[in-house]
DNA sequence: TTTACATATCGAAATATTACCATATTTATA
DNA sequence: TATAAATATGGTAATATTTCGATATGTAAA
């Protein structure tokens, strides 16, 4: 089918696994990397960073901005992209929140 | 085209991005969840507790057994599953390591 | 207000993903 | 070996994703 069944599932897993989804895309990946490094980055430094059309890249960036990892703001003729630490926090607290982790065996 | 690409991004990108893809999917998030509350569960017992068919629930398995992060162990007429803690520290180091935090502006 | 530049959106093609049912495979036990 | 139980695989339909080129939109400066 192609659609990914939702209903069964926690609110928390459910927005937490659309963030992650959003984080497993080696273009996107690499934008939230270049973003630890770069805060506060142009919008056409980030696609001079990437092997994408630019239409390509602009897509990357709305989609980490509908899952609000990132956010943009405007200043002059650019537009500024910063991650969204509260979501990047979210993210970090849930991956340190599972702790019980199984022994070896 | 659907094709993501990977050329142009370093092995890291394309592994870590590889691994967040699989966490990305409610399915396979709450079995991740369910792992590490009940480390060594019984594939059945995995099956009991998503909202899918079993045929569904093992794909999903062998998903995140692609990616390593679980592994699988018969024992009678069963598969028990547990976490594969190598792969779970390294999505831990990767979020992890990401502290250049910008300042919030 | 035109021009130039930066970014977003549209449209389309190729491929990937998710889900299910039906069936196959595997493993242990009768 | 036959059976039952557990798990995996094949086939397929529906939808999602990724990508690109072309074009639209926005924004600042001339």
Redesign the pocket.
Known sequence: ?????TFGFSFKINEMSDIL?ALG?P?RLKIIQFLMDSPSS???DI?EVLP?????V??????LKRVKLIK?K?K????YYSLNIKTWEKVKDFVLSEINLPKED
Do not use: D, V, W, Y
């Not at 994408?52 to 390509?56: C, E, G, V």
């Open positions: 089918m192609g659609i990914t069944k989804k895309n273009a142009a919008c056409g696609i994408l059309a630019q239409s390509t602009s897509k990357h960036l709305s989609e943009g405007n002059g003729n650019n537009i």
